[in-house]
C-alpha cells in the first residue's frame, strides 16, 4: 500500500540549532513534493515545493532535498527560532490533481 | 484580500442529518478542494475541481457531494451525517493543479454525534 512516514510525531531541538525533518515514503513516484506549516487551529500554510529532476531548493533559513532512490525528502531549518516551532507536513503529487500528506511532524523550539 | 474562507468555524450535528460546510475564495483561482485531517492520518483529499462546472473525486468522497458553479465558491455537502465523518475540514484553492501550492483556509471543525 502506499504509505508517507515522517520521521516522528515530535522533534524538540535547542534554539540556534539546525532542525532535520524526513519524508519517506513508498509506492508513489511524486513529480513534486512540497512542504506546508500547520499551526495549532490554522490551515496549512504552503513553504517550498521541489520537482523530481531537482535534488534541492533554498528559501532563506530552509532548504529542501529530494532524493528519488532513497525515497526521501529531507527538511531543514537553520538558526531555529521558537517561532519556527509548529507542525511541519509532507505532501507528495504524482500528478497534476492528487495530492498525498504525511501526518507530519511537532517541532518544538526550545529557547 | 481575505484568501480562503470558511463558515462555520465549528458544527456539532446528529446522526443522519445533513449540512453543507461552505468555502470561498476571492482570488480568481481556478483550482479548489476539500480535505479532511484526522488525528493521526495526514490530510486526504475528499473532492477537488479544476475549474467551474467541473468536480471530480479524490481519496475519499463517500459520502460527500460537491458542486462549483462559480469560480469563487465551492460548497461540501454532507447529505447523512455519520460519527466517521467527525473530522477537520479544510478547504483549498491554487492558480496550478493540486501539486503545486495549495492556500488553504482556516478549517471547520465538525462532530458528529
Known amino acids: 500500500s502506499q504509505k508517507i512516514e515522517q520521521n516522528s510525531e515530535a522533534l524538540n531541538i535547542q534554539e540556534g540549532k539546525t532542525a532535520t525533518l524526513t519524508c519517506n515514503y513508498t509506492?508513489?513516484?511524486?513529480?513534486?513534493l512540497q512542504w506546508y506549516r500547520q499551526d495549532p487551529g490554522r490551515g496549512p500554510v504552503f513553504l517550498l515545493l521541489i520537482r523530481e529532476n531537482e535534488k534541492e531548493k533554498r528559501k532563506e533559513r530552509l532548504k529542501v532535498t529530494f532524493d528519488t532512490t532513497l525515497k526521501q525528502s529531507l527538511f531543514h531549518i537553520t538558526a531555529s527560532q521558537p517561532a519556527d516551532s509548529a507542525t511541519y507536513l509532507c505532501?507528495?503529487?504524482?500528478?497534476?490533481?492528487?495530492?498525498?500528506f504525511g501526518t507530519g511532524t511537532r517541532l518544538t523550539v526550545i529557547p | 484580500n481575505a484568501g480562503v474562507t470558511q463558515t462555520p468555524k465549528f458544527q456539532v450535528l446528529k446522526t443522519g442529518q445533513s449540512m453543507t460546510l461552505q468555502c470561498a475564495q476571492d482570488?480568481?483561482?481556478?483550482?479548489m478542494s476539500w480535505y479532511r485531517q484526522d488525528p493521526g492520518m495526514g490530510l486526504r483529499l475528499i473532492h477537488y475541481?479544476?475549474?467551474?462546472?467541473?468536480?471530480d473525486q479524490g481519496e475519499v468522497p463517500n459520502g460527500y457531494n460537491v458542486s462549483r458553479s462559480t469560480t469563487e465558491d465551492f460548497p461540501l455537502r454532507l447529505l447523512s451525517a455519520a460519527p466517521s465523518q467527525t473530522s477537520v475540514y479544510f478547504c483549498?484553492?491554487?492558480?496550478?493543479?493540486?501539486?503545486?501550492?495549495?492556500?488553504f483556509g482556516p478549517g471547520t471543525r465538525l462532530t458528529v454525534l
Open positions: 483549498a484553492s491554487s492558480f496550478n493543479p493540486l501539486g503545486f501550492e495549495q492556500f
Open positions: 475541481s479544476v475549474g467551474a462546472g467541473i468536480t
Open positions: 505532501a507528495l503529487s504524482p500528478g497534476a490533481n492528487n495530492l498525498f
Open positions: 509506492n508513489y513516484s511524486p513529480a513534486y
Open positions: 482570488m480568481n483561482h481556478e483550482y
